[in-house]
């Protein structure tokens, strides 16, 4: 096995971060090694620059798809229906609570606040009125072409460490690593854990997300072009189409748990969680149980969202290339080892790119408790499922648009947030 080469901290210069222009939106990886060249991300504590400014909150309508466009109404109340007629129904309304650009991803941190990535490159800390300055600039370090840039942030649950997930300015995926203390990134500290060379600038997955057993699970498409190509996704020697499990802090750069499925399989390789995925955009754990749910966007025909139980050892095969969603691609031949998904929906509505979601384990909406809350970039409507070992036992559309949902975010009090790629951050509320 290959180790890719730890990218050493340097000094970095405390300095006031400058706004940039919004970036394009996108639709919605394994190691190469870090560059060499010196880099100058920004980092500004959040304590002493967090400067609150008032949100107006306005109606939006939105617009045709593939344009940025504002967030939806914001105080449209909606009701969930299910398959069960007997399910209690809930009455949310989504509330804007502030802008940003381009909004791409969030973490719940320290006392409590989100804090709201930038595709761009930048980091924001979420405040009673709004986003504050950014916190971490790496805007000089990335770029927006096709799917690029800042994609995925994370913390670890002791809020000691923050990662990011971005492409550099030669479109390798890359995860870095930064010490917080007192609630404060340590630019000093920053090291580059892991890097991904990607072949084509979309389907690079980018969601970073903390497992329920400590461990930094990992989110890489297929390494994209259109049908996977070089046939990644069932291909167990490359990280490409696979969400990867590594333990950050417990080698130099990483070290590989030695329960992962792959440790003793020649040819495979060691990072690896699962497989056959064709660009895992969004993943989360249900706070409530450890499931693992998983948005994988899909290539003409079929999204689909995929589970896996807490008590999984790993090694599932969501099909892809092979098959879309629970349909044969291409004439693929379904594999024996397929794990098909607990939920698909096909492209004959306005639907075309699942983001997906968190289940809610929040205590200001009773009867949302339970659910799984997911979006569509293109359609933007919320909706949600519920799960019982493995099976959905309820659907439900929440009705209330929330633009071009690029993400979700949930908070360390359980309640979720919804980004729009137009800008919109708003927090899911009863009605």
Same mark, same amino acid.
């Given at each position: 096995?290959?180790?890719?080469?730890?990218?050493?901290? *340097?000094?970095?210069?405390?300095?006031r971060?400058?706004?940039?222009?919004?970036?394009?939106?996108?639709?919605?990886?394994?190691?190469?090694?870090?560059p060499?060249?010196?880099?100058a991300?920004?980092?500004?504590?959040?304590?002493?620059?967090?400067?609150?400014?008032?949100?107006?909150?306005?109606?939006r309508?939105?617009?045709?798809i593939g344009?940025l466009?504002?967030a939806a109404?914001?105080?449209?109340?909606a009701?969930?229906?299910?398959?069960?007629?007997?399910?209690?129904?809930?009455? !949310?309304?989504?509330?804007?609570?502030?802008?940003a650009?381009?909004p791409? &991803?969030?973490?719940? $941190?320290?006392?409590?606040?989100?804090?709201?990535?930038?595709?761009?490159?930048?980091? *924001?800390?979420?405040?009673?009125?709004?986003?504050?300055?950014? !916190?971490?600039d790496?805007?000089?370090?990335?770029?927006?072409?096709?799917?690029?840039?800042? @994609?995925?942030?994370?913390?670890?649950?002791?809020?000691?460490?923050?990662?990011?997930?971005?492409t550099?300015?030669?479109g390798?995926?890359? /995860?870095?690593?930064? &010490?917080?203390?007192?609630?404060?990134?340590?630019?000093?500290?920053?090291?580059? !854990?892991?890097t991904?060379?990607?072949?084509?600038?979309?389907?690079?997955?980018? #969601?970073?997300?903390?497992?329920?057993?400590?461990?930094?699970?990992?989110?890489?498409g297929?390494?994209?072009?259109?049908?996977d190509?070089?046939?990644? $996704?069932?291909n167990?020697?490359?990280l490409?189409?696979?969400? @990867?499990?590594?333990d950050?802090?417990g080698?130099e750069?990483?070290?590989?748990?030695?329960d992962?499925?792959?440790?003793?399989?020649?040819?495979?390789k060691?990072? /690896?969680?699962?497989?056959?995925?064709?660009?895992?955009?969004?993943?989360?754990?249900?706070?409530?149980t450890?499931?693992?749910?998983?948005?994988? !966007?899909?290539?003409?025909?079929?999204?689909?969202?995929?589970?896996?139980?807490?008590?999984s050892?790993g090694?599932e095969?969501?099909?892809?290339s092979?098959?879309?969603g629970?349909?044969?691609?291409?004439?693929?031949?379904?594999p &024996?080892n397929?794990?098909?998904?607990?939920h +698909?929906?096909? *492209?004959?509505?306005?639907?075309?790119?699942?983001? $997906?979601?968190f289940?809610?384990?929040?205590?200001? /909406?009773? #009867?949302?408790? =339970?659910?799984?809350?997911?979006?569509?970039?293109?359609?933007?409507?919320?909706?949600?499922?519920?799960?019982?070992?493995?099976?959905?036992? =309820? +659907?439900?559309?929440?009705?209330?648009?929330?633009?071009?949902? /690029?993400?979700?975010?949930?908070?360390g009090?359980? +309640?979720l947030?919804?980004?729009?790629?137009?800008?919109?951050?708003s *927090?899911?509320d009863? &009605?």
């Amino acid at each position: 096995m290959h180790w890719p080469r730890p990218m050493h901290s *340097r000094p970095r210069t405390l300095i006031r971060s400058q706004w940039h222009t919004p970036p394009h939106p996108g639709c919605m990886l394994a190691r190469a090694p870090p560059p060499n060249s010196a880099r100058a991300a920004r980092v500004n504590s959040p304590t002493r620059r967090l400067q609150e400014a008032t949100v107006k909150v306005r109606t939006r309508s939105s617009a045709i798809i593939g344009a940025l466009f504002l967030a939806a109404s914001l105080t449209l109340t909606a009701t969930l229906t299910t398959a069960s007629a007997d399910e209690a129904q809930a009455q !949310v309304v989504l509330t804007e609570v502030a802008r940003a650009q381009g909004p791409s &991803a969030g973490a719940a $941190g320290p006392d409590g606040k989100v804090w709201i990535a930038e595709r761009a490159g930048t980091v *924001r800390v979420l405040g009673d009125y709004g986003l504050g300055e950014p !916190v971490l600039d790496i805007s000089a370090e990335t770029t927006t072409d096709g799917e690029r840039g800042l @994609l995925g942030v994370a913390f670890d649950p002791e809020f000691a460490h923050f990662y990011i997930s971005y492409t550099d300015l030669e479109g390798t995926s890359t /995860i870095d690593e930064f &010490a917080v203390q007192d609630g404060e990134l340590q630019p000093d500290s920053r090291r580059t !854990v892991l890097t991904q060379e990607q072949p084509y600038p979309n389907h690079n997955g980018g #969601d970073i997300k903390f497992g329920p057993d400590g461990y930094l699970y990992i989110a890489f498409g297929d390494g994209g072009s259109g049908g996977d190509p070089h046939g990644n $996704g069932q291909n167990l020697d490359t990280l490409l189409g696979k969400i @990867l499990r590594i333990d950050p802090t417990g080698g130099e750069p990483y070290a590989i748990p030695s329960d992962n499925p792959f440790v003793a399989e020649e040819g495979a390789k060691d990072e /690896i969680w699962a497989y056959g995925l064709r660009n895992p955009w969004r993943f989360s754990f249900d706070a409530g149980t450890g499931d693992l749910l998983i948005g994988d !966007v899909g290539q003409s025909e079929w999204e689909e969202i995929d589970w896996a139980p807490a008590s999984s050892k790993g090694g599932e095969n969501y099909g892809w290339s092979s098959m879309e969603g629970n349909h044969p691609f291409r004439g693929g031949t379904e594999p &024996a080892n397929h794990v098909p998904p607990v939920h +698909e929906y096909d *492209r004959s509505g306005l639907g075309c790119s699942v983001t $997906g979601g968190f289940v809610y384990r929040g205590e200001a /909406i009773a #009867d949302l408790a =339970g659910s799984y809350v997911y979006s569509d970039y293109c359609d933007g409507t919320l909706r949600t499922l519920n799960i019982e070992n493995g099976e959905v036992t =309820g +659907e439900g559309d929440l009705g209330v648009q929330g633009g071009e949902v /690029i993400s979700f975010v949930e908070a360390g009090d359980g +309640e979720l947030y919804v980004l729009a790629i137009g800008g919109a951050v708003s *927090r899911i509320d009863p &009605a």
